[in-house]
T-cell receptor
């Protein structure tokens, strides 16, 4: 009965590889997000999707590509991994999203710790 | 654009003592404010939130926060700290106009002395 789940929990890989992190939510939400937490614990949004449409795309290298096959899933694909990509990546979801007039609370997944060697 | 500042990077408190974590935000519209806690190696847990109404908000684990619009602050308090409260605490502001984005402060690490 997990609300927002991410796989894998840990990912260790070599520089230059391509990897994906998967996120699924069973809350019936139609907006999903990816956040990055760097080594200094700073949390920053990367992307958001509403009903499979890209809404937020912060200044993220285009090696990062979110993919939303349906509104319950938002996967993060990373090409040509670099040392600086090592971080914890959090997925989140919220109801409704930008069409509502009030902020919609986000629910976070457990995070994926990515280590690039 | 919205921003959140947590002035204290580290705070050390004795078990049983009171705790106050500071948070200042910058946002042009009605702020939606949150406090999250992250224990070592764990995910984010929502402690409490302010959307509107009573400016003193009660949360889980005995935490409370007070919204002061005049000071653009949303400080978190706990009257008596337990060793299990040692963690990283994040204040955040939600902005519907920015695509429902959540902007976090830099975090405050709380250490609890026995």
């Amino acid at each position: 009965d997990t609300a927002v789940s991410q796989t894998p929990k840990y990912l260790v890989t070599q520089m230059g590889n391509d990897k994906s992190i998967k996120c699924e939510q069973n809350l019936g939400h139609d907006t999903m997000y990816w956040y990055k937490q760097d080594s200094k614990k700073f949390l920053k949004i990367m992307f958001s999707y509403n009903n499979k449409e890209l809404i937020i795309n912060e200044t993220v290298p285009n090696r990062f590509s979110p993919k939303s096959p349906d509104k319950a899933h938002l996967n993060l694909h990373i090409n040509s991994l670099e040392l600086g990509d090592s971080a914890v990546y959090f997925c989140a979801s919220s109801p409704t999203g930008v069409r509502d007039g009030s902020y919609n609370e986000q629910f976070f997944g457990p995070g994926t710790r990515l280590t690039v060697l | 654009a919205q921003s959140v500042t947590q002035p204290d990077i580290h705070i050390t408190v004795s078990e049983g003592a009171s705790l106050e974590l500071r948070c200042n935000y910058s946002y042009g519209a009605t702020p939606y404010l949150f406090w999250y806690v992250q224990s070592p190696g764990q995910g984010l847990q929502l402690l409490l939130k302010y959307f509107s109404g009573d400016t003193l908000v009660q949360g889980i684990k005995g935490f409370e926060a007070e919204f002061k619009r005049s000071q653009s602050s949303f400080n978190l308090r706990k009257p008596s700290v337990h060793w299990s409260d040692a963690a990283e605490y994040f204040c955040a502001v939600g902005a519907w106009a920015a695509g429902n984005k959540l902007t976090f402060g830099g975090g405050t690490r709380v250490l609890v002395k026995p």
